[in-house]
């Protein structure tokens, strides 16, 4: 499975890759080139802005490199996406605090609960104890499929019908110190089901694990979004709400294996860059993977 995901995120990639492609198939670089590279860059989510620094950048290398080839130019594109993309990558740090509290936002229907799942595998994996804590407890949905996804990983997890969701992540995270866990992953709700304003939720859950952070070791330590690929300049404005309202750390972007355009990774990397710590390429628990601007740059463009 682990070979093949770069291909599995070419696959999903691949209407972006061959629309942009198609731009260098050209026997000169003129302005017509740039106007479709343009759209094309536009088409595949990257948004007005991030568009504009590409292109503006792209010019500059190629006056520089004295390219005349289109096919050149292309080689010139996958650069500068890369260096655009680059304060993306950053990695999940997991070993500073015991436990590493890692609070989880998102949206139903993001990926939240499976990408928590594959999370949960990866820090296994890595040998760290994890305990997950469900607080959303209002959705008994979410709280069974949370339950599944810790069975498959043989981890311990704290949830409650109803009641107060901040109480659950404050005992959650008594409960690891106790348990001695290295890590307490608290999933949150995604939407709810009463007039309450989600954000106000999840501020409150914030506010309360501040408080149960006793030590004084800055809990939540980690604060993650988990945004669909697939929803384009919709997932940008996620990324601005949640992180005006929670302070975000990081973003998990999943389903970039089905037909997402990728580009929207440009856009945040431009308007609200936070990293990039795991791209989910699949529904099974080992398709997550770690972001890599250049290899995602190259995938980008086919
Ligand atoms: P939640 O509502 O945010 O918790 O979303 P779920 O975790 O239940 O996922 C919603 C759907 O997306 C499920 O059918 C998952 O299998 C699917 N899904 C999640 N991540 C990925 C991914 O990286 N790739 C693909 N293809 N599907 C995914």
Redesign the pocket.
Known sequence: ARAGWVDRLKL?LRKTGSSITTVFTGTRIDEALYEELEEALLMADTGVKATTVLLDDLRRRVKEARATEPAAVRELLIDAIADLLRPLQKPLVIGEHKPTVVMVA?????????????LTRHLAAHKASVLLAAADTFRAA?RE?LAVWADRNYVEIISQQGGDPAAVAFDAVNAGRARGKDVVLV?TA?RLPTQLHLMEELKKIRRTLVKADTAGTGVPHEVLL?I??NTGQNALMQVKAFDDAIGLTGLIV?????TAKGGVLAAIAQERPVPVYF?????KLE??ETFDAREFAQALLG
């Not at 998102?106 to 990408?115: E, F, L, R, Y």
């Not at 791209?279 to 529904?283: F, L, R």
């Open positions: 999903g998102g949206v139903n229907g993001a990926g939240k609960t499976t990408s928590i799942g594959k979410a499929q999933d995604g988990v669909d690929g999943t389903k970039l294996d089905g791209i989910g390429v699949g529904e398709d997550l």
